[in-house]
DNA sequence: TGAAGATGCTTTAAGTTAAAAGCATTTTCC
DNA sequence: GGAAAATGCTTTTAACTTAAAGCATCTTCA
C-alpha cells in the first residue's frame, strides 16, 4: 500500500466513471467468447461429418421446424439474426438440397414463402436429436442449479447487449 | 398428475441415462448464443464506424500487443483458435494497411515472424482504449459478485467444452 | 389515378473461415 | 550422407457474412 487511497467502487459506479480497471469485464468477455469458440467449433465439426450440414444451415431449418405453416425470408433473417442477402443464399443451397421448398406468397409477389419439403422435416429432426444430446453433454456438466444461475446472469447481459445495439452509438 | 412416476434427476444423473428432456440445456445454448451475436455484432460495427477496423484483424493485433518480440504465424493460429490459411490472409491485410511487418525466421526458413510496426501499436493502442470501454459498458451492468459468478460457471462450460472437443466422437 | 415512398428480396464487392492439397524446409534415423 | 517423416506456411475451393446498391412490387396520399 502505497497510502494512496482510491474512491470506493461498487455496483452502481458507472462505467464512465472509472475509465480505468476495466480488465475485470474483459477477462469476462474473452472467457466467454473462448466458450463460444469451443462449442460452436464442436458442433459445426459434428453437423458435417455425422450430417454434411451446416451450422448456418441447420439454424435456418430449425427455425422452419417451428413453424409449420412457411415463413417468408425476412422472418427467416429477423429470427436468425442475420443479413438478408445471407438468408438468399442459405435457401438456394437448401432448395437445391431438396430440403426445403420455396415459392411465391399467394398475396405479395415481391414476398417468397419457404417450407420445409418432407425430406427436410426427417433429415431436421433426425440432426436436432442428436444435436440436443451434444449440448446436453456439454451443458449437463454444471448441475440444474448452475445452469438455472448460468440462465439468468445471461438474460441480464442479453438485456444489457440490447440495449447497446439499440442505441447505435 | 397421471400416478406415474419417474426416477429422480439430480447432477450426477448423466445425460445418456436421461434422453429425453435436454431442453433446459437447449435454452441455455440458446441464449449464449444470442449474448454472442449482440455482442459480437456491436464490436463489430464500430470497430468498423470508428476505426476500419475488422474484428478478426483487430484480434490478431491483440496477440501481437502482448508478444513485444513477434510472434510465428502458427503461434498465432493457436492463441485467435483459428485455421493457418486464415492466419495468412489476415496477416497480409494487416501488412498493406502497414500495421504488422513479417520477415523470414533467421533460424529456420519456412517460418515468418509477425511483429507490430510502430504505427500499428500506435493505432491498436488507441482502439483497444475504446474496446475496452465497450466491454466495459455490456458487462458493467452486472454487480462485480454477479461478474465473478459468471466467470466461474463458464469456467466448468469452458472445461467441459474443452473435453468434448478433446474427445474427437 | 399516378407519382413518391416503402417494402421484400437479390446482387455485388469485400472479408472471414475451414479443410484439404501442396510446397519448401528441417529433422530423424538408418 | 541421404531417404523418409515432420513441420511451417500457402494455395485452393467452397461456404458464410455483411453493407450497400439495385430491382420489382406494393402502399400511400395528393
Known sequence: MNGVSFPPLDAETKVSERPHDHKDELRLWLRFLSCNVLIEGNIRRRLRDKFDMTLPRFDLLAQLDKASAGMKLGE??????????NVTGLVERLVAQGLVDRQVAANDRRSHLVKLTAEGRRTFRAMAAAHEIWIAEIF???????????MQLLAKVKKSAAK??????
Open 76 to 85: 427467416l433473417s429477423q429470427r436468425l439474426m442475420v443479413s438478408n442477402g
Open 140 to 150: 449437463g456438466e454444471l448441475t440444474s442449479g448452475e445452469r438455472a444461475n448460468l
Open 164 to 169: 447497446m445495439t439499440a442505441a447505435k452509438d
